[in-house]
């Protein structure tokens, strides 16, 4: 992600890491190009191409956690003050970020989601005092963590489709308004057993890292075998990835 300036010129050059001027917001706000490059949910498909393709694509996300500041966090949080629940250059303090663990399901690594969605739950949602990461707005933060802790998430608005992480829980039940019950069964699930070795959605086996919100109102029952070991293969087509163009359409 890089800023123009008013003739449409592209701004040359700028620290991505950082913000421009002296310390002040230029170009980004709260967050960083590391963070905005991820927030195309709208056709992820397409922010893979231009990433160069999908391999190409994971080791960035990859490299995303890994990625050092560049500078000190007096520094960083001088200019970023929200973005607080660092590890590397993924900002679990703020709300841009929390579809991007979920971004692994698309391509073609939903493992990987579920290993980071774990360690980021474990370390900044404890039940102490800082058992939360950053500012709560609107309630976004607490419905990352609650929907995580289930063990699925929306990532794309307006598509109605949730993508699988790792249930914290060995089952949850929701009761919908229409009285029927939506259940996840996930048998010995733990922080050993984080990773998702099947699925089966109302005893039909399930390949891909994602479910309908229809699914949800017909009262379904999504099974997770869970394992210490990751199983590579389990929802790793690229057909079997999530949608996310605006044009999707349920049932086509």
């Not at 893979?48 to 960035?60: D, I, S």
């Not at 774990?118 to 370390?123: D, G, H, V």
């Not at 404890?126 to 990352?144: K, Q, S, V, W, Y």
Request: zero cysteines; aromatic letters at 14%.
């Amino acid at each position: 992600m890089w800023p123009k300036d008013a003739s449409g010129n592209w701004i040359d050059p700028i620290d991505p890491k950082f913000s421009g001027g002296q310390g002040g917001r230029d170009y980004f706000t709260e967050n960083n190009a590391y963070t905005y490059n991820w927030d195309v949910k709208h056709d992820l498909k397409g922010l893979f191409y231009l990433m160069g393709g999908r391999t190409k694509a994971e080791a960035k996300l990859d490299q995303l956690f890994r990625e050092d500041l560049g500078r000190s966090k007096y520094q960083l949080w001088y200019t970023f003050p929200d973005a607080t629940g660092l590890v590397g250059q993924f900002v679990m303090g703020n709300e841009p970020s929390f579809h991007i663990p979920y971004i692994y399901n698309y391509l073609g690594a939903p493992w990987k989601t579920q290993k980071r969605i774990r360690m980021l739950m474990n370390t900044w949602y404890t039940d102490n005092l800082f058992g939360i990461p950053g500012d709560e707005d609107g309630g976004g933060m607490t419905a990352f963590v609650v929907f995580s802790m289930m063990g699925f998430s929306p990532v794309t608005p307006g598509i109605p489709v949730y993508n699988i992480g790792s249930p914290v829980f060995e089952q949850v039940k929701i009761k919908l308004s229409n009285g029927k019950v939506f259940t996840i069964d996930a048998p010995g699930s733990s922080d050993a057993k984080k990773y998702i070795q099947s699925a089966t959605l109302n005893g039909k086996p399930l390949n891909t890292p994602w479910f309908t919100h229809q699914a949800v109102l017909d009262g379904s029952t999504l099974k997770l075998v869970m394992s210490e070991s990751p199983n590579k293969q389990w929802g790793s087509g690229e057909e079997d990835a999530p949608p996310s163009s605006i044009d999707y359409k349920s049932g086509k």
